[in-house]
Nanobody
C-alpha cells in the first residue's frame, strides 16, 4: 500500500486548508485511516482517525471542532479539512493506514503504512 499526502501550504491564522491522502491498492476500504502531525523538535502526534466505513471519527482535543476527517472509498482517498487554523498547527502532516480490526488507536506504532508528509505552515 502506498499513501500520497498533498494539499499542504502556507496560510494565515484563521484560514483553512484541505489535505488529501490518495492510496494505491484495492483494499483501501478495509483500512482505518488516520492523520498525524510532527512539528520541529516534537514527537509525532495523533490528529484524528476515521474508521474503514467512515461511520466513526476520533480527534485529538487540540483540533476537535476545527478539523474534520472524511473519506471516499470509491476514490481511495482520505481527507483532512482544517478550519480556524492556528500557528500551533504548523507541522508536517502524515496520513497513515491501520490494516487491523482494532476499533481505535492514537498510537503511531499501531499504523502499518505511512505517507510521505505534507508541510502546513500557519502564520500569525
Amino acid at each position: 500500500v502506498q499513501l500520497q499526502a498533498s494539499g499542504g501550504g502556507l496560510v494565515q491564522a484563521g484560514g483553512y486548508l484541505r489535505l488529501s491522502c490518495a492510496t494505491s491498492g484495492r483494499t483501501f476500504s478495509r483500512y482505518n485511516m488516520a492523520w498525524f502531525r510532527q512539528a520541529p523538535g516534537k514527537e509525532r502526534e495523533f490528529v484524528g482517525r476515521i474508521s474503514w466505513s467512515g461511520d466513526s471519527t476520533y480527534y485529538a482535543d487540540s483540533v476537535k471542532g476545527r478539523f474534520t476527517i472524511s473519506r471516499d472509498n470509491a476514490k481511495n482517498t482520505v481527507y483532512l479539512q482544517m478550519n480556524s487554523l492556528k500557528p500551533e498547527d504548523t507541522a508536517v502532516y502524515y496520513c497513515a493506514a491501520d490494516e487491523t480490526y482494532r476499533s481505535y488507536s492514537s498510537s503511531r506504532y499501531d499504523y502499518d503504512y505511512w505517507g510521505q508528509g505534507t508541510q502546513v505552515t500557519v502564520s500569525s
